[in-house]
C-alpha cells in the first residue's frame, strides 16, 4: 500500500503565514492549534469525528512528542470504531514549536491514524511515513511547494520513483 492510498489531496493542507491559507495568522500558531488544524483535516471517517480525533493525537502527544527531528512531526493514533488507516498532512513553512527530539520547528505533520486492531499495519505506515520523508531535499520540497496538490504530487511521484514505476 502506498502513502498516497492512505491520503488524498483534500486531505493536504499548507499554513502559510500570511493567512492566505487554512487558518487565519492573526492568532498564535502553537503545537495544540495545529493538532487541531491536522484532526480538522480528517474529516468525518466511520462515524468518528475530528473532534475525536483530536483527542486522540493529543493523548498520543502527551505521553511524548511524535516530533522525530529534521522538522518532522508523525502525529498518530488510533481508534477501535475505524474500520481503515486515513491519513492528513499539514506543511507549515514557517514552523511550529513542537517539543521534537531535536528541539527544532517541525513544518511537515504527517498524521495518522487507524483502527486500534490493526497495531502492525499502522507500524508499517509510520515507518513509510519515516522513509518518505528521509531525504532533506524532499522535505524541502515539501515544504516550499505552493499548493497541497502539488505537494501531493510530489509524494506520489517520490512513491512511484521509489517503486520503479506506476
Known amino acids: 500500500m502506498r502513502l ?32 487541531a488544524l491536522l484532526a480538522s483535516m480528517f474529516g468525518e471517517h466511520d462515524g468518528v469525528t475530528p473532534e475525536e480525533i483530536e483527542r486522540v493525537l493529543l493523548e498520543r502527544e ?8 529534521e522538522g518532522v512531526a508523525i502525529p498518530h493514533g488510533a481508534l477501535p470504531q475505524l ?18 527530539i531535536d528541539d527544532a520547528k517541525v513544518s511537515i505533520l504527517f498524521g495518522v491514524i487507524g483502527p486500534k ?3 502492525g499495519e499502522h507500524l508499517k505506515t509510520l515507518a513509510r511515513v519515516s522513509r518518505l520523508l528521509r531525504s532533506k531535499e524532499f522535505r524541502a520540497r515539501l515544504v516550499g511547494a505552493p499548493s497541497a496538490s502539488s505537494v501531493f504530487e510530489l509524494i506520489s511521484g517520490e512513491e512511484t520513483e521509489k517503486k520503479g514505476g506506476p
Request: aromatic residues 4%; charged residues 25%.
Open 117 to 119: 486492531r490493526a497495531t
Open 4 to 35: 498516497t492510498d492512505l491520503l488524498s489531496p483534500e486531505r493536504v493542507g499548507i499554513r502559510h503565514a500570511s493567512g492566505r491559507d487554512l487558518e487565519s495568522a492573526s492568532s498564535h500558531f502553537d503545537k495544540h492549534k495545529a493538532i
Open 83 to 100: 474500520k481503515e488507516q486515513v491519513a492528513a498532512l499539514l506543511i507549515v513553512p514557517a514552523g511550529v514549536e513542537f517539543q521534537a
Open 62 to 69: 502527551a505521553l511524548q512528542s511524535t516530533g522525530i527531528g
